[in-house]
């Protein structure tokens, strides 16, 4: 199904469904459309979906940073939702949701991370030596997947447009490094929030050992593979994604 998307005042974003909210936080590379069959899945099954664009190339330069993205989702629940929610956020998103849950724990009733920065990252976004050449944008594309053939020509399209934008290339390489400094080691044993993770078992991105190390200092979370998979699970496996998540939140909700 194709969803429209819905732009109120600063707030650009999706919205499906009726029931408990989930709020899908998408990655420094991504956009609406990684979500598109977790939308169509759960807005069918009892939650209320909601995807909002993060302001990635709209930011002050000063202001460019993972703190920053975390604050407008933050307002974005506030006004737009009146109860608690589940976070679901793949890479970039989820090292946004990982700030979000320590600061505003009550905003947040369960954290789900897939391919998840805030520990340790192959940063994507930091350096293209060879960013006018389109077969070498392509490779690094395929490289975030298992089965390259994920990395369609649109999203190679997207990718290579970004990197040859000037001021998005900035943007992008100041998020990039601000993630790497914004490292939450010390900071995951805070959260008490149920989270979920599910991990690619062939994420080179944010390898396993990543996944490894959240599940063991989040106290409560719970850890589940995809086997032939890469760093953003919910695109490559989405019928395995969903259904892992399902469950896991049906008696959280």
């Not at 009146?82 to 009550?106: C, F, Q």
Request: contains cysteine; aromatic residues 10%; hydrophobic residues 40%.
């Amino acid at each position: 199904m194709i969803f429209s998307t819905k732009k109120e005042k600063k707030y650009t974003f999706i919205e499906a469904g009726e029931g408990h909210p989930l709020v899908l936080l998408h990655g420094l590379m991504g956009g609406l459309s990684n979500f598109d069959k977790m939308v169509d899945f759960f807005s069918e099954r009892g939650f209320k979906v909601y995807v909002p664009q993060l302001p990635i190339y709209d930011l002050p330069v000063l202001n460019t940073n993972l703190t920053t993205l975390a604050k407008y989702i933050i307002k974005f629940i506030e006004s737009h939702i009146s109860e608690p929610v589940t976070i679901v956020g793949n890479s970039m998103g989820g090292h946004v949701g990982l700030i979000m849950t320590l600061a505003r724990p009550d905003l947040v009733k369960n954290l789900v991370l897939t391919g998840s920065s805030g520990l340790y990252e192959r940063t994507f976004g930091d350096s293209f030596p060879r960013k006018n050449d389109r077969s070498y944008i392509r490779k690094k594309t395929e490289e975030v997947f298992y089965d390259p053939a994920v990395a369609t020509e649109a999203l190679v399209d997207e990718v290579f447009s970004v990197v040859n934008d000037r001021m998005k290339g900035i943007k992008t390489v100041m998020l990039a490094r601000s993630a790497i400094k914004h490292n939450m080691l010390h900071d995951l044993p805070k959260i008490t929030t149920p989270t979920c993770l599910i991990w690619g078992r062939q994420d080179n991105v944010t390898p396993p050992e990543v996944a490894e190390d959240m599940n063991k200092f989040i106290p409560n979370s719970d850890l589940f593979w995809i086997e032939k998979c890469g760093h953003a699970a919910m695109m490559e496996k989405p019928d395995e994604f969903n259904e892992i998540l399902y469950s896991w939140l049906k008696d959280k909700v």
